[in-house]
């Protein structure tokens, strides 16, 4: 039997998934597809980080571990939805709740002192940020609106916020003392090993890292943040805002770049309440209450302290707010600021949320004001700016005439994952951190004082030219332009540059349109031929094509997740991606609150149909096609139809999509002619489903308005989740004839 592998992750994709997967896995029984399913929630990956110390009834298998492994093989067929890139508060949360379920895990050591402390945290510390993505992403990353989704969004277009020319809208950034300005590269002659070591002034040597296995010719890159130049510019620019009388908002991504960007969350957070650090920052320190892990923490670890501490720190924190710029907030009705938690402004979605929205975001009164948008580290802090200055200067993007940016991007076998692994450090003390080879050698070399941030990445040889090759075949195959963007100036950029002209002097590139531009350059070349209506590929690292896939989507279709991903894994498998998950915390609480799940499962549709046709080539089953055809149209008439989730009680929500979508997949089906035992199968399914159209719809809509119950936000109990999320019981008796159909 041919299998697909769909994985169950976190918060609305999870939920969905309760409601999609007894369709999906009816309907691909009917071509012997076998649906299997595999954890990788982030209270799946904590279990299964403790479960060799857990009783053996609370024991589960390490299943990113699993399919990191099948990953490597051609006989791979993932379904990848999004998962929790988990900060430390998130992380803490997760595990109260896996306790509070009975789990019997340690607490997370925020300082752990002991060998088992030390080992408690290391295990936490894996399950941290984007520990999925690297370890599932054996290729590089294909990321495209499909067309029926991009026709949609030109006859159906999402609202934009309208831009004037007098915005004071800005993008603050660094620019020097950054990651970007200090970095150095190198490119491997030969394999072996590398090791980063920090020796002191007075030359005692730490071995920050002992070991690094690299390969000939990767690329190694390593930097470092200045903390004394971060503090000067942050001050500067909360001073910069309050001037202007625009909000103040700081960028980063502190899931994925789960070491470096929460301290630079934490520098954010000391800067704008000097006041609150000057008076109590000691006392914060000895209760444990980090600035790393956000306003909010501080506020909810106070509660725990007597009553004239928690009262001096209540006023100190209104004193700064009253003395600073306004904040931006992430909830002005609940009060949670851009500065609450680390994980709540996540700048690959929250930038491209601004730029829509006028270039605004949201004051403490609940209204749209300009903003300085704070993003330290320079290296594609400019991106955003060049895109503000074009709305400035043009208006906002009509989704109706503009055309679309497909991203083809470097991310096989970990390349370029700054910041989210085991070579970043705070620097403790002054001196310099060495990179140097097997023989001693010292590769790269960066003088750093206490408090700086060191970090180092590595870029494989054999998935550059791979993402060279496939960048090469997405031109040809769609007709389009391409553009690596990559700037010369920069030293990882330089060595790319080098590799990418000699692999690209190997392709047959004849009569194809590409081109190296800076990030600058290429946002500027990119928006005008968007602006006319015209096509371009971006072809970019690791962590530029993050921002852009949700960059240019959120311009285009108001949303990435309707983007489809496709990361042709090196090895021959495959990988399908259903999109971004931003948005997901919100559907849960609504659905808690109203039980109304607002996710749209579009992106796992067409993860699906891409997933089936891969299975069609590779198993050599050529039902898996046809249903796969039938999917896609399906998917079609969903859109047309409105039969997406709507943003209001009392409309169409996730469950009711996930039938319309059942219903016509078994219309499709029954009017296809390739395959005539299928149709004469679904004829009577179709025949069922329509003539329980209404009273399917009334049964979902029955169950709206009223607080939903599901066991628990990281783990939600099965049994509870699956009432909640399949309460039609008419559709449930439908599903289960689907699978003996044939």
Same mark, same amino acid.
């Given at each position: 039997m041919s299998r697909i592998i769909y994985t169950h992750t976190d918060e609305a994709p999870m939920l969905a998934t309760v409601s999609f997967l007894p369709i999906l896995e009816a309907f691909a029984a009917t071509a012997g597809i076998d649906i299997e399913t595999r954890d990788i929630s982030l209270a799946? #990956? *904590?279990?299964? !980080?403790?479960?060799?110390?857990?009783?053996? @009834?609370? #024991?589960?298998?390490?299943?990113?571990?699993?399919?990191?492994?099948?990953?490597?093989?051609? &006989?791979?067929? *993932?379904? $990848?939805?999004?998962? *929790?890139?988990?900060?430390?508060?998130?992380? $803490?949360?997760?595990? !109260?709740?896996?306790?509070?379920?009975?789990?019997?895990?340690?607490?997370?050591?925020?300082?752990? &002192?002991?060998?088992?402390? $030390?080992? *408690? #945290?290391?295990?936490? @510390?894996?399950?941290?940020?984007?520990?999925?993505?690297?370890?599932?992403?054996?290729?590089?990353? @294909?990321? #495209?609106?499909?067309? !029926?989704? $991009?026709n949609f969004a030109r006859s159906h277009p999402h609202r934009m916020g309208a831009w004037s020319a007098d915005s004071k809208t800005s993008v603050a950034t660094m620019g020097q003392d950054d990651f970007r300005s200090n970095e150095q590269s190198v490119v491997i002659e030969d394999e072996g090993a590398l090791s980063i070591v920090h020796v002191a002034a007075d030359g005692i040597e730490t071995v920050l890292k002992p070991s690094v296995p690299v390969l000939a010719g990767e690329v190694v890159d390593s930097t470092v943040m200045r903390a004394a130049a971060l503090d000067a510019f942050l001050a500067e620019q909360i001073a910069a805002a309050k001037e202007q009388g625009v909000l103040f908002s700081l960028h980063l991504k502190a899931t994925m770049m789960k070491v470096s960007d929460p301290i630079l969350f934490g520098h954010a957070v000391r800067a704008f309440f000097p006041t609150l650090f000057t008076q109590y920052g000691d006392v914060l320190a000895q209760a444990g209450l980090s600035p790393n892990n956000g306003l909010g923490g501080i506020l909810s670890g106070a509660q725990d302290l007597e009553e004239t501490l928690r009262a001096g720190i209540s006023a100190a924190i209104e004193t700064d707010l009253a003395a600073g710029p306004a904040l931006a907030m992430v909830n002005s009705h609940k009060g949670i600021t851009n500065l609450h938690v680390p994980s709540d402004v996540i700048v690959d979605a929250s930038m491209p949320a601004m730029i829509r929205t006028s270039g605004h975001m949201w004051n403490a009164n609940d209204a749209e004001q300009d903003t300085l948008a704070v993003i330290p580290d320079s290296s594609y802090a400019g991106v955003y700016q060049a895109t503000i200055e074009d709305c400035q200067k043009n208006g906002a993007f009509d989704p109706t005439t503009m055309g679309t940016v497909p991203n083809v991007g470097l991310m096989a076998q970990k390349a370029e994952e700054y910041g989210s692994h085991d070579k970043t450090f705070e620097i403790a003390a002054e001196g310099r951190v060495e990179v140097r080879d097997a023989s001693g050698a010292v590769l790269m070399s960066h003088d750093v004082a206490a408090g700086d941030i060191f970090r180092a990445c590595q870029a494989k040889d054999a998935p550059i030219r791979d993402w060279v090759q496939l960048a090469v075949r997405r031109s040809r195959e769609s007709g389009m332009p391409a553009v690596f963007w990559l700037d010369e100036s920069r030293a990882h950029d330089r060595n790319l540059i080098a590799k990418v002209e000699a692999y690209l002097a190997e392709e047959d590139t004849e009569g194809l349109d590409l081109r190296i531009l800076s990030p600058v350059e290429a946002t500027k070349h990119t928006l005008e031929r968007v602006r006319r209506g015209e096509d371009t590929i971006s072809v970019t690292g690791n962590v530029l094509r993050d921002y852009l896939t949700d960059l240019f989507p959120i311009m285009e279709l108001g949303t990435s997740a309707k983007m489809l991903s496709v990361v042709p894994l090196m090895n021959g498998g495959g990988l399908f991606e259903t999109g971004a998950g931003g948005s997901a915390p919100k559907h849960v609480q609504q659905l808690v609150e109203e039980d109304y799940l607002r996710w749209d499962s579009l992106g796992e549709f067409l993860a699906l149909a891409e997933s089936l046709r891969h299975l069609s080539r590779t198993a050599g089953n050529p039902r898996a096609a046809v249903i796969a055809d039938a999917l896609d149209r399906a998917t079609e008439s969903l859109l047309n139809n409105g039969k997406s989730p709507q943003r209001k009680l009392g409309t169409i929500d996730n469950r009711g999509s996930h039938f319309y979508l059942a219903l016509y997949w078994a219309q499709e089906l029954a009017a296809q002619s390739e395959d005539a035992e299928l149709a004469t199968a679904f004829a009577s399914i179709a025949e069922d489903f329509t003539a329980a159209e209404e009273a399917i719809a009334s049964e979902l809509l029955a169950v709206q308005g009223k607080p939903a119950d599901i066991g628990g936000y990281y783990r939600p109990d099965p049994a509870r989740a699956a009432e909640v999320m399949r309460p039609s019981q008419t559709l449930n008796a439908l599903v289960e004839k689907i699978s003996s159909a044939l």
């Open positions: 799946g #990956r *904590i279990v299964a !980080a403790f479960s060799d110390l857990l009783p053996e @009834d609370q #024991r589960e298998p390490d299943a990113l571990s699993e399919l990191g492994e099948l990953a490597k093989t051609p &006989e791979a067929n *993932i379904i $990848k939805l999004p998962n *929790i890139s988990a900060s430390v508060p998130q992380l $803490k949360a997760a595990v !109260a709740e896996l306790q509070a379920q009975g789990i019997d895990l340690p607490d997370y050591p925020e300082s752990p &002192e002991t060998e088992q402390e $030390k080992d *408690i #945290r290391a295990r936490y @510390d894996a399950v941290k940020g984007s520990a999925v993505n690297p370890v599932l992403r054996e290729g590089n990353s @294909d990321r #495209r609106a499909p067309a !029926a989704v $991009k």
